[in-house]
Structure formats: structure tokens, C-alpha cells
């Protein structure tokens, strides 16, 4: 272990299980928030909740997201665990699938909270693309979710595959 790793650790776990945290519990939020919006029919609530969404997703998740790995790599290292190790490899695999759905739902909110503000803009309904986008949003949430949900087991329990 390095003496900038060996004088930091606890900071660093601190980091990794807040960024966890905020990343789980944003996603897990703005999830139950946006489809609540969604399926109110209200179009104010959707336009207002969309817009909520997005700017979570930006303030919390978006830094959770950059600071796991990161953080994630230098307690593998600190801990002497391989990358190469199978429940390690495994995690970073779902942490990959995780992003790949997420990556798409973030474009996806964005466009749902244009097409809201747009609809409620122009006093119109809302468009057909809006309930498309909605359901391709929520079913990307959830491999996200179960894999989130796979890799808190795994860096709990370690297990040895």
C-alpha cells in the first residue's frame, strides 16, 4: 500500500459509501419521483417532477457515479485485493451494466422534461414520444437497480467464486 493510501483510507471508504449512497438512494428517489409525476396525468406535476429529476440526476448521481470507480480502484488497492479477483470483477461488470442503462435514462429524462415544459408551454397534451420515452425510462431502471442492488452484496459479502 502506498503512504498516500495507507494516510487516506478512511477518507476514501467515506467517500466510496457516501458516493453509494447518494447513488442508490438519488436513484431510487428520482425513480419513485418521476414515475409518481409521470403517471399522475397531471401535466404540471410531470413538468415539475421531470425538471426535478434531471437536476438531481446532475447535482447527485452524476458525481456518485464518477467518484465509485475511482474510489472504488484505490480500496481494492489499499485492501491488497486483485482487480482481477471474480466477486471484484463481477461488481466493476455490473457497475458497467448499471452505467450502460443509465447513460440512456439520463438522455431519456432530459427529453421527457422538454417535452413536458413544451407541452405545458404550448397548453397542449402531451406528445406520444413522452409516454415511449417513459416506458424505455422505466425499464432501464430495472437492470440498473438490480444491479446496483448485486454489487452492494458482493462488496458486503465478498464472496468467493
Request: some cysteine; hydrophobic content about 55%.
Amino acid at each position: 500500500m502506498t503512504p498516500f493510501l495507507a494516510e487516506h483510507v478512511l477518507l476514501i471508504k467515506w467517500l466510496h459509501i457516501l458516493s453509494s449512497t447518494l447513488l442508490f438512494g438519488t436513484g431510487l428517489g428520482t425513480a419513485f419521483h418521476g414515475l409518481r409525476g409521470s403517471i399522475s396525468g397531471d401535466l404540471r406535476a410531470i413538468a415539475v417532477t421531470s425538471r426535478s429529476v434531471v437536476v438531481a440526476d446532475w447535482l447527485f448521481t452524476t458525481p456518485a457515479v464518477i467518484l465509485q470507480p475511482i474510489t472504488g480502484v484505490l480500496l481494492a488497492l489499499a485492501q491488497g485485493w486483485p482487480l482481477t479477483t471474480p466477486w471484484l470483477m463481477l461488481s466493476l461488470g455490473l457497475y458497467a451494466l448499471a452505467g450502460a442503462c443509465w447513460l440512456p435514462v439520463v438522455w431519456l429524462q432530459i427529453q421527457m422534461q422538454r417535452l413536458a415544459a413544451a407541452a405545458l408551454a404550448a397548453g397542449t397534451d402531451l406528445p406520444d414520444t413522452y409516454r415511449r420515452y417513459f416506458r424505455l425510462w422505466f425499464a432501464l431502471g430495472w437492470p440498473a437497480f438490480s444491479a446496483v442492488m448485486a454489487v452492494f452484496y458482493l462488496m458486503v459479502v465478498k464472496p468467493d467464486l
